[in-house]
């Protein structure tokens, strides 16, 4: 038989393997990151029909080479792309995940780790992060809770679902700030109620708290008092208590301590209302007439048998009203309307008239008025008398409406806050230059379950701008530490282009809910293909090693939205196709002529 035959069949066979993987190529060409495959043809095998020989010094005859018919061609190797990258399709899916680089995600099947360039991923019942195609689940590192960061061991399934996922535990506030300008001539700023601010801040159980705070101008324009007005609870709109919790001390105060502010003024005693009738009308000296029930006014403003009762009753057991009512009208008959704590907390200089060792002290007014009233019952309180410490003397003072007296300050409880007297800048609270801060003792009070919060008034400053204050108050630090918030539901995920899995919740806040790790080979071309566009490692490929790398080890990044497309360049795959057919038409006429050759061979017995 002719050699020449079987080796145009060699050639039809190779040239057929060849146009099967000319067919897989173009037939994947839509396959979600599909690496192409080309072939290399390489010659069978030679017959030796004579061997080489060396030259022959004694004889002069030169060397011979061999002699060596080919008998054909075979498939050298199929190679495989694996490393071309291919172009980027958007999809919008932010669980579609394309690789840039040569890395591969890594997905177990139950019972071996696989690997795939194919990055269309949903989240299954479970809530595992899987395959679209396969139910395979990706595979990863773990956030480690304890060490805020991602814990890169053996990898294994992420489940971002999870229960523990959906939701943000709540946390308390623990920082707060203030900051702005506080103008002087701004009309809230120079009111008798001062400026107020509001910062909202969390318990620990995520409710949501708003603590009212209070600036206030004394006569120092570079010193300023801040004081806690009240807290309301947000969910009702009520006040909270701020009463200590059993086993805090009395003296206990929830912000600063008690001082005095340099804050002078004037007020007017016309019509010295201490008086109300049996049905709760207040009376004025001049109005007085007969008999009535007279309030007792040291008992009033100390408390005294009124502790735990909300309502006044007289000595005549009528009711005049709550405590509070009583101390209301009082404030505002001396023009203090809405301020009665202000106006209690009035510190005025009072004369002791003894002969023998006259004296002055500072008093607030309400302890001029317990003093006033002490012991009158049924008549206007008398007016000063030798050693007898009360109301300034008003000495040649005949009419009611002109009696006033001068205040010199205010006493409050609450924190000092200064500014640079040259340019205007924060310098410091309770007149300390240092001391940024002061201390919001929430947990010592009996309601709610929160956490003592540290506000810092160093970004504050009084500044002309143009008479309107600016003041405000957030929770957290100037960084936004500390802030607390409430309990977070999520809202969102999103892979970033390490892999770090990233959840939003409507608390404001996200969370890493793990890192998609990768596998990075030394010969990525000697994979074995699996299917479904799975690759498993093999001898040549080297092994993994159950942990993986970051994908940004090597300058590669993940893409979401977006997935990898086949490296099928239809082109050079059609190119191929064509001299595939030619190839494969000169062998087949090898076979042919082959045939005519053997032909004429027979016809010689003829």
């Known amino acids: 038989m002719m050699r020449s035959l079987f080796s145009g069949v060699a050639g039809l066979k190779t040239h057929q393997t060849k146009m099967d993987v000319i067919g897989n ?58 490393t071309g990258q291919g172009s980027a399709q958007s999809t919008g899916n ?18 071996q780790n696989l690997f795939t360039r194919d990055g269309s991923f949903y989240v299954d019942a479970a809530g595992n992060l899987a395959m679209t195609s396969t139910g395979y689940n990706i595979m990863g590192w773990q956030f480690d809770e304890e060490t805020n960061a991602i814990r890169k061991d053996t990898v294994s399934a992420l489940r971002i679902m999870s229960a523990a996922n959906m939701t943000y535990p709540p946390e308390a506030t623990t920082q707060g700030n203030m900051s702005g300008i506080i103008d002087k001539f701004d009309p809230d700023v120079t009111s008798i109620n001062g400026r107020s601010v509001n910062m909202q ?64 003024g004037k007020v007017n005693f016309n019509y010295k209302d201490y008086e109300w009738d049996a049905t709760g009308t207040v009376l004025s000296r001049k109005a007085v007439t007969g008999n009535v029930a007279v309030v007792d006014l040291k008992t009033l403003v100390n408390g005294g048998a009124l502790k735990g009762r909300n309502e006044w009753i007289d000595q005549n057991d009528h009711s005049l009203g709550t405590v509070q009512d009583k101390l209301d009208e009082l404030a505002k008959a001396y023009g203090y309307e809405g301020s009665t704590d202000d106006f209690l907390k009035l510190i005025c200089t009072v004369s002791d008239n003894a002969a023998a060792n006259p004296t002055t002290e500072q008093v607030s007014i ?49 924190v000092k806050v200064n500014y640079d007297p040259a340019k205007g800048y924060f310098a410091g609270v309770n007149g300390l230059p240092t001391q940024n801060t002061a201390t919001l003792n929430l947990s010592g009070i009996g309601e709610g379950n929160f956490e003592n919060i540290v506000i810092d008034f160093a970004e504050t400053s009084v500044l002309d701008n143009k008479g309107t204050c600016t003041i405000g108050a957030t929770s957290g630090d100037y960084d936004g530490r500390g802030m607390g918030r409430r309990l977070g539901k999520m ?65 590669g990044k993940m893409s979401t939205g977006q997935l990898e497309m086949s490296n099928v360049d239809l082109s050079s795959e059609f190119t191929e196709m064509i001299t595939t057919q030619r190839g494969f038409q000169a062998n087949s006429r090898i076979i042919t002529v082959s045939d005519s050759l053997l032909e004429e061979l027979t016809n010689l017995k003829r």
């Open 25 to 82: 190529n173009i037939s994947n060409v839509n396959t979600v990151a599909y690496k192409t495959s080309s072939i290399v043809f390489a010659d069978l095998m030679s017959q030796t029909t004579q061997r080489a020989s060396g030259p022959n010094a004694d004889n002069g005859t030169g060397g011979l080479n061999a002699r060596q018919i080919g008998l054909g061609v075979k498939s050298g190797a199929i190679n495989i792309n694996i």
């Open 201 to 264: 801040f969390y318990d620990a159980q995520g409710y949501s708290y708003t603590a009212r705070f209070v600036f206030k101008q004394s006569d120092n324009i570079h010193e300023y008092s801040v004081e806690l007005e009240k807290i309301l609870n947000d969910a009702t709109g009520e006040e909270i208590s701020l009463e200590p919790r059993d086993g805090v001390a009395t003296n206990f105060q929830i912000f600063g301590n008690d001082a005095t502010q340099t804050k002078a």
């Open 94 to 111: 932010p669980f579609d995940v394309m690789i840039e680089g040569e890395n591969f995600f890594i997905v177990n099947n139950g019972t």
């Open 491 to 555: 809202t969102g995920v999103a892979i970033e282009t390490n892999g770090r899995i990233i959840a939003s919740y409507d608390s404001g806040v996200t969370k890493c809910l793990g890192q998609i790790a990768t596998a990075n080979f030394a010969n990525a071309s000697g994979l074995e293909k699996m299917g479904d566009n799975l690759y498993g490692a093999t001898l040549n490929s080297g092994q993994f090693d159950g942990i993986g790398v970051d994908i940004t080890a090597g300058g």
């Open 366 to 414: 309400t302890q001029m008025i317990i003093n006033s009233a002490g012991g009158a019952v049924n008549n206007y309180p008398t007016e000063p008398t030798t050693n007898y410490t009360s109301l300034p003397t008003f000495t040649g003072v005949t009419d009611d409406s002109e009696r006033s007296f001068e205040t010199s300050g205010r006493s409050f409880t609450g």
